[in-house]
């Protein structure tokens, strides 16, 4: 059994890779920009040494092989880059503040760019349509992907990958496998749009004036919700058979109007504010957070017969744990790599190392799941 310190590193000549393929390709996942425990400065110093790659390459060392680490060709945001379910004092305009400088220094880097939506972000696939390929000032592409890149094919479902190497990669962000998402994708499929009521809750509590006044409306919404109800008890009770029915029904049915729009306004412009402050220790609870790849694919969060990805390599983030994982079959072995998180520190979880500043990087020669120290230092965590 091995140390809880120790870094596994898988020589690269075991996936005997070939040189045939072109291209190199940094990947990151759940920045979580705008959320309590975002490391932005780090992520931004990270930036600011993926664009210096221009001008020179980095050498590192993973155990015994060396690996250069040159420009990337295209660099992809695997999902929840942004915190819009539950950002710092669930107000989303720390998003927007944390986003200026990371940004800035990504429409620099002379690569085009990826977005592929994550759960946290969720909302940002309504851009899928709208934001296509779009150039920057450098000549460089950005473009957003809903759920996965590249798309799947649609007439047969599958998703195949892209060749570096000799190998094929897909991208998504790993939500998918997570088994509470599945509820919200049969309730998609029914609505015939995506929907999350997190999200859902999280845009209505932005709302400015639901956002500054939504405990004094709370408080004004049980006011009117009991007494509205006791005055309306009292309404009805003095009606009586010798009334003419018209006036009893006219009276009832504009005081209950008027009850229940003034009720129903105080309501949608709090209770949003109440599931916004309240949200993270529901959800925290729910999701398959700090799993290792291994444990997502042998705790079943990966569903093997629904499969539908014709790829020799799977990366994906969600659950903030840098690791891999070779999924072994008569037909095919599957590598899974999770890309990790920049988010909170270093950690031990069931005495494994849980990096944090995570990063891929992958070129023809091989993957590695590497992290980021500072001062353009990289550790390398596996390869591949």
């Given at each position: 059994?091995?140390?809880?310190?120790?870094?596994?590193?898988?020589?690269?000549?075991?996936?005997?890779?070939?040189?045939?393929?072109k291209?190199?390709?940094?990947?990151?996942?759940?920045?979580?920009?705008g959320?309590?425990?975002c490391?932005?400065?780090?992520?931004?110093d990270?930036?600011?040494?993926?664009?210096?790659?221009?001008?020179?390459?980095?050498?590192?060392?993973?155990?015994?092989?060396?690996?250069?680490?040159?420009?990337?060709?295209?660099l992809?945001?695997?999902g929840?880059?942004?915190?819009?379910?539950?950002p710092?004092?669930?107000?989303?305009?720390?998003?927007?503040k944390?986003?200026?400088?990371?940004?800035?220094l990504?429409?620099?880097?002379?690569?085009?760019?990826?977005?592929?939506?994550?759960?946290h972000?969720?909302?940002?696939?309504e851009?899928d349509?709208?934001?296509?390929?779009?150039?920057?000032?450098?000549?460089?592409?950005?473009?957003?992907y809903?759920r996965?890149?590249?798309?799947?094919?649609e007439?047969?479902?599958?998703?195949?990958?892209?060749?570096?190497?000799?190998?094929?990669y897909?991208?998504?962000?790993?939500?998918?496998?997570?088994k509470e998402?599945?509820?919200?994708?049969?309730?998609?499929?029914?609505?015939?749009?995506d929907?999350?009521?997190?999200?859902?809750?999280?845009a209505?509590?932005?709302?400015?004036?639901?956002?500054?006044?939504?405990?004094?409306?709370?408080?004004?919404?049980?006011?009117?919700?009991?007494?509205?109800?006791?005055?309306?008890?009292?309404?009805?009770?003095?009606?009586?058979?010798?009334?003419?029915?018209?006036?009893?029904?006219?009276?009832?049915?504009l005081?209950?109007?008027?009850?229940?729009?003034?009720?129903?306004f105080?309501?949608?412009s709090?209770?949003?504010?109440?599931?916004?402050?309240?949200?993270?220790?529901?959800?925290?609870?729910?999701?398959?957070?700090?799993?290792t790849?291994?444990?997502?694919?042998?705790?079943?969060?990966?569903?093997?017969?629904?499969?539908?990805?014709?790829?020799d390599?799977?990366?994906?983030g969600?659950?903030?744990?840098?690791?891999?994982?070779?999924?072994?079959s008569e037909a095919?072995?599957?590598?899974?790599?999770?890309s990790?998180?920049?988010?909170?520190?270093?950690?031990y979880?069931?005495?494994?190392?849980?990096?944090?500043?995570t990063?891929?990087?992958?070129?023809e020669?091989?993957?590695?799941?590497?992290?980021?120290?500072?001062?353009?230092?990289?550790e390398?965590?596996?390869a591949?």
């Amino acid at each position: 059994m091995r140390q809880p310190d120790e870094i596994i590193i898988y020589p690269i000549d075991q996936m005997n890779f070939s040189m045939d393929g072109k291209g190199a390709y940094i990947i990151v996942s759940d920045i979580h920009l705008g959320s309590e425990k975002c490391n932005q400065k780090e992520f931004c110093d990270f930036l600011e040494w993926v664009y210096s790659l221009a001008n020179q390459s980095k050498v590192i060392r993973c155990k015994d092989k060396e690996v250069t680490i040159g420009k990337p060709d295209k660099l992809i945001l695997l999902g929840d880059i942004m915190e819009l379910w539950g950002p710092k004092d669930g107000d989303r305009d720390y998003v927007i503040k944390d986003c200026m400088k990371p940004f800035s220094l990504l429409s620099k880097i002379d690569c085009d760019k990826v977005y592929v939506v994550g759960n946290h972000d969720d909302s940002l696939g309504e851009l899928d349509v709208k934001i296509d390929f779009e150039t920057l000032e450098n000549g460089t592409k950005f473009d957003i992907y809903n759920r996965h890149y590249p798309e799947k094919d649609e007439k047969s479902g599958i998703a195949s990958g892209i060749k570096i190497g000799n190998k094929s990669y897909f991208f998504l962000h790993g939500h998918q496998f997570d088994k509470e998402q599945a509820i919200l994708k049969y309730v998609s499929q029914l609505t015939g749009e995506d929907w999350n009521p997190l999200d859902w809750f999280q845009a209505l509590y932005n709302i400015p004036f639901t956002k500054n006044h939504w405990l004094r409306n709370f408080i004004i919404f049980w006011g009117f919700l009991l007494g509205g109800g006791y005055l309306l008890l009292k309404l009805f009770r003095r009606s009586s058979f010798w009334n003419t029915v018209v006036r009893a029904m006219t009276i009832g049915f504009l005081a209950l109007t008027v009850w229940a729009t003034t009720t129903g306004f105080f309501a949608l412009s709090s209770i949003p504010g109440i599931v916004a402050n309240t949200q993270g220790s529901v959800y925290k609870s729910m999701k398959p957070r700090d799993k290792t790849a291994e444990q997502i694919i042998t705790n079943k969060y990966y569903q093997r017969s629904k499969d539908t990805i014709d790829a020799d390599v799977v990366v994906f983030g969600h659950t903030h744990f840098a690791s891999s994982y070779e999924l072994k079959s008569e037909a095919r072995n599957k590598l899974f790599l999770n890309s990790g998180c920049w988010v909170g520190k270093d950690d031990y979880i069931n005495l494994k190392k849980r990096y944090t500043n995570t990063f891929i990087y992958l070129d023809e020669s091989g993957a590695y799941i590497l992290t980021w120290r500072g001062s353009g230092k990289i550790e390398c965590i596996e390869a591949f």
